[in-house]
């Protein structure tokens, strides 16, 4: 089976990252993405020079564009345009991220293609929305996403600047809304007949990222505090690194819970009676010193014999701190599904897999992401057919 999308059709007009995952998504899901490009390609097919590669594939690329078919168009002609609207006639799924202003200028916007065909699902990425006066402002989801929406803000340390983006973050998080938001619709489709414009935003998913802080603000009031890891008024809910220096994080949120196995793994029974952290209130009073006894002891094991140990405790929770590497070696990662070989020629390539699966409708990546324009000739003569039989 080719996943719950089969029979899914769908035009991307996208760039760089947002709405190319969005419509890498619903590939992966079944659907046959054509993706339009200029002849100069999508500018993301140089993201593996910026990131200082000189190799043949280009991974980031790749994540977000294979299984689809490619056709390169200059929208700036009026024939292209045409061919280009004509496609999105025949489609049940219209992705893109590129800004309203541009869209209408090519007569790709909501407005012009629903008029043109009312059971079209329109799904728009956006930095910040389409109202308001930054609608049309150009953004990448370091400002959108990360500046902007406080995200960055809250994990940064008291007095100091706030740490990096990992390359993508929002425009995955946004990609992956956008692709439920249409599934949606697709629904709601099958029961009125009707499609719609859906939309979503990097902003709007950076909000979102945060919306416990937000809401606890917006209810109370209130800034929830940054966590220091040297005075963590819970010592369950903390990094630690063991005597190899690997390091790792205990996660044991609730205080009567998790503390007495935690006691009993450090070997620190006493502690349930000391009146210095018997209760949570205590253990917060004196967390710096808690914290430090406790780095003492585990600097005497390295993570394997820790690891050991954790497990002899079932309400002991904690994971390790992996590295890339160490991901890769990480048997779950694999068990999980975390990881498809993607075809490519006649073997095939290792990728990240979209985290979703369906257990009765299984996917499978079909196609490494196409060379610019590589199924142009295809998808035209596609296209003269389905004019041909619906009288177009």
């Known amino acids: 089976m080719g996943g719950p999308l089969e029979g899914v059709r769908v035009v991307e007009l996208g760039m760089w990252v ?3 995952a969005a419509g890498g998504i619903l590939a992966d899901w079944g659907a046959d993405v054509v993706k339009i490009e200029p002849h100069r390609g999508d500018p993301a097919r140089t993201l593996a020079a910026m990131y200082g590669g000189d190799m043949d594939s280009n991974p980031p690329f790749e994540m977000d564009n294979r299984s689809k078919r490619g056709i390169a168009l200059d929208l700036s002609t009026d024939e292209d345009r045409a061919t280009a609207r004509a496609l999105v006639e025949t489609a049940d799924v219209f992705v893109t991220n590129v800004r309203p202003k541009a869209l209408a200028r090519m007569g790709l916007d909501h407005a ?3 008029a043109a ?6 799904g728009l990425i956006t930095g910040y929305g389409i109202e308001g006066p930054d609608a049309d402002r150009p953004a990448y989801d370091i400002a959108a996403f990360w500046a902007r929406s406080g995200l960055a803000s809250l994990l940064a340390r008291p007095g100091e600047p706030p740490p990096g983006q990992r390359s993508g973050m929002g425009d995955h998080l946004t990609g992956m809304s956008l692709a439920g938001g249409i599934c949606a619709a697709l629904v709601a489709r099958g029961r009125t007949g009707q499609g719609q414009l859906v939309t979503t935003s990097m902003f709007r998913q950076g909000i979102y990222t945060i919306s416990i802080d ?3 603000y917006l209810m109370w009031g209130l800034t929830i505090g940054t966590s220091l890891r040297d005075r963590m008024g819970n010592p369950c809910i903390n990094n630690y690194m063991a005597g190899d220096g690997r390091r790792f994080w205990v996660v ?3 205080g009567a819970r998790h503390w007495p196995p935690m006691c009993r793994v450090l070997g620190r029974s006493d502690w349930l009676d000391d009146p210095r952290y018997a209760t949570p209130g205590s253990r917060a009073k004196n967390a710096v010193e ?4 406790i780095d003492v002891i585990f600097a005497t094991k390295t993570l394997d014999e820790w690891a050991e140990v954790f497990a002899t405790e079932a309400d002991f929770f904690w994971a390790p701190i992996n590295t ?3 991901l890769v070696a990480d048997e779950q990662l694999h068990a999980s599904g975390g990881i498809v070989q993607v075809p490519d020629g006649a073997s095939s390539t290792p990728m990240v897999a979209t985290p979703v699966d369906f257990h009765g409708t299984p996917w499978a990546p079909r196609s490494m ?3 610019i324009g590589e199924h142009t000739d295809d998808v035209l003569e596609e296209l003269a057919a389905l004019q041909r039989d619906t009288g177009g």
Do not use: F, K, Q, V
Not at 117 to 122: G, P, V
């Open 117 to 122: 065909d009312s059971r079209l699902i329109y």
């Open 369 to 371: 992401a196409p060379d």
């Open 18 to 20: 947002a709405g190319p």
């Open 290 to 293: 808690l914290i430090a006894e």
């Open 214 to 216: 937000l809401n606890t």
């Open 112 to 114: 012009t293609l629903l």
């Open 252 to 254: 044991g949120l609730e």
């Open 324 to 326: 890339l590497p160490e």
